[in-house]
Each structure stands twice: as C-alpha cells, then as structure tokens.
C-alpha cells in the first residue's frame, strides 16, 4: 500500500495515524509519503505503480490526489482507500467509510473496491463530492477563516474546526443575496433569470460543511447528480430553507426544487464556487456532467440482496 498524507498535519494527526499504520502493517508491506503541494504529489503517484493508495486525510486531500490522477489519465485503473483526517469528512459520510481513523483502516483491509462516480466541468476540473453555488458558497468562503483558526483547537477528538462552516452560514444569514441564474438539467430550463434563486447544490456525494445533507439522495454509486435548487429569496423564506436544511427537510418546501441529471448548466449573474470545500470564481457560466464508475474506492461490502444467500446444505 501508498498511504499519501499532508506534510503539514500536526501531531496530533500524526498520532492518529500512527495507530491506523499500525493495523495496515500487520496486513503487508505500507509506504508512507507526505505531501504539500501538486509537485510532490505527482512525483509520488509516479512512483505508485498498482498499489493501493491511502489517502490519509480530509475532503480537500482526496480531492487533490484525485484530481492529480484524473490530470495524468491514470484514475480510471486505479484503487483509492481513505482514511478521513479532516475537519468535515463529508466523502466518508455519505459513504459509510468509518470517521475513526483505526476502524477506516480496518476498513481498508476488509472492504471491496467499488466503481463510484465523478464530476467534471467544462474546464477539466473534477468534483469528488459535491459542488454548489450562491449563499453556500459565500457561507464556505467566510467560513473558511473560521476553519483554519479553529482546526488547532480542540480536546481529544472534539475538533472545533467542524464549526467553521456554520459560523461562515450564521455570518452569511445577515445579509446574504440572491442570485439571478439559469439553470439548465440535462439541456432543460429548470430555472431561469426572472426566478431568483439562494443557491444550487450538484451532489455526486449528499454532504458539505461536516455533515450537512445539502443533497441527501445523492449516491456516488448510481450515475447521476442529484440537483437541489432553493428558491428561498425572500428574509422569512431564507430562514425557513435553513431550519428545515438542519433538520435534512428543506426539500419538503414549495420554493425548493430537486431532481436528478447528467449534464448541469449554470449560467447568469457572477457566482462563486465551494467544490469539495474549495472555493473558486467569480464565473458566469459553467458546465458541470457525471463521469459514472471513474475510479474504484474501497467501500463496505454490500449487503447481499434477499433471497441470493446459499445454504449450507444437508
């Protein structure tokens, strides 16, 4: 096994995964391999040849090792595993993978690979998780500062760098716009210019911001992207999409449209991105389609469908 990690984690981090190598030793041979920037990290994946590669870390880590891949035409034929270090660990969440580190690790060894999904835009970029728009995006760009102030405070693994998010979203709830944007799902108008909109969320995985199920259909395994369009302009309507957004229910509401998709296109006013926690823009057009089965991730084993158990015999 390849296990990639971020140069720059502290000791804490370091401890933790000290323990998660341990259980992977006891299974064959690991390398370790700490990284801080794209140049390394391609020089390590040169070196990969067909091992597993452990991804030690958050969302913004998976995201950068995958993106290397996708950028050297390598990710088809690979094997990730991850073992979630971060703050949100949202990819983890939506997809069964244990937030304690040791049970990730004992995850890696009894898991299956697993065909799931990509995003990419019409810039070539990738999205392993999810990508939105509008206030989300304005929450996570002030949220941010919160995130990196707060990521060294904690006790045991209590980390308050999780509330980055939220209090970017509570800043946000003060004075946050709207959008005039167009949407279009698989080339179908499914939100014009005349209809403001808060935000649009376009999950390949249902989490952002440490846990909250911005999409929460959304499956990495099923083909599609699952679209979430809030219409909440209005001060009243906007407090209202986010209580019920704590509860996992905002797309009970009228002014909250959900579908699934392909192709989604987002054209119109000048909007910011968070894409897998990044943020990036201003754009006014973009292109977002579903790449099914890019890459294989080791995932839980799944449940065996009824009815196809075999017996034991006589």
Same mark, same amino acid.
């Given at each position: ?143 941010? #500062?919160?995130?990196?102030? %707060?990521? =060294?405070?904690? &006790?045991?693994?209590? @980390?308050?760098?999780? *509330?980055?998010?939220? !209090? $970017? ?10 959008? #005039?944007?167009?949407?279009? %799902?698989? =080339?179908?108008? &499914?939100?014009?210019? @005349?209809?403001?909109? *808060?935000?649009?969320? !376009? $999950? ?111």
């Amino acid at each position: 096994m390849l296990v990639i990690t971020n140069a720059d984690a502290g000791p804490a981090d370091e401890e933790t995964l000290e323990a998660a190598l341990d259980i992977l030793r006891k299974a064959g041979s690991v390398e370790v391999a700490a990284t801080s920037n794209p140049g390394e990290l391609d020089g390590v994946l040169h070196r990969a040849g067909s091992r597993l590669i452990v991804v030690a870390g958050g969302d913004g880590s998976l995201h950068a090792v995958v993106a290397a891949l996708h950028r050297r035409n390598e990710l088809k034929a690979r094997t990730l595993a991850l073992l979630p270090m971060g703050t949100g660990n949202d990819f983890a969440r939506g997809n069964d993978i244990p937030l304690d580190t040791c049970e990730a690790a004992r995850l890696v060894l009894r898991g299956s690979p697993r065909p799931v999904d990509l995003i990419v835009d019409d810039t070539g970029s990738v999205v392993v998780n999810n990508v939105h728009v509008g206030v989300g995006a304005q929450a996570s760009r002030k949220g941010h #500062r919160w995130k990196e102030r %707060l990521h =060294g405070v904690g &006790v045991g693994k209590v @980390n308050l760098g999780k *509330l980055g998010y939220p !209090i $970017g979203a509570m800043l946000s709830a003060f004075a946050p716009p709207h959008w #005039r944007l167009r949407v279009e %799902l698989d =080339g179908k108008v &499914v939100n014009d210019l @005349n209809q403001p909109v *808060l935000m649009v969320s !376009i $999950g390949n995985g249902g989490n952002v911001g440490g846990g909250t199920e911005l999409n929460p259909d959304a499956d990495t395994e099923d083909g599609v992207l699952d679209v979430m369009i809030s219409r909440a302009a209005g001060v009243g309507a906007r407090f209202g999409f986010v209580a019920r957004l704590r509860k996992g229910e905002h797309e009970q509401r009228e002014d909250v449209f959900s579908s699934r998709g392909r192709t989604v296109t987002v054209s119109g006013e000048e909007f910011w991105m968070s894409a897998d926690g990044e943020i990036s823009g201003p754009e006014r057009n973009r292109t977002w389609r579903v790449e099914p089965a890019a890459y294989a991730m080791v995932l839980p084993r799944p449940e065996p469908v009824a009815g196809t158990e075999r017996g034991g015999g006589d």
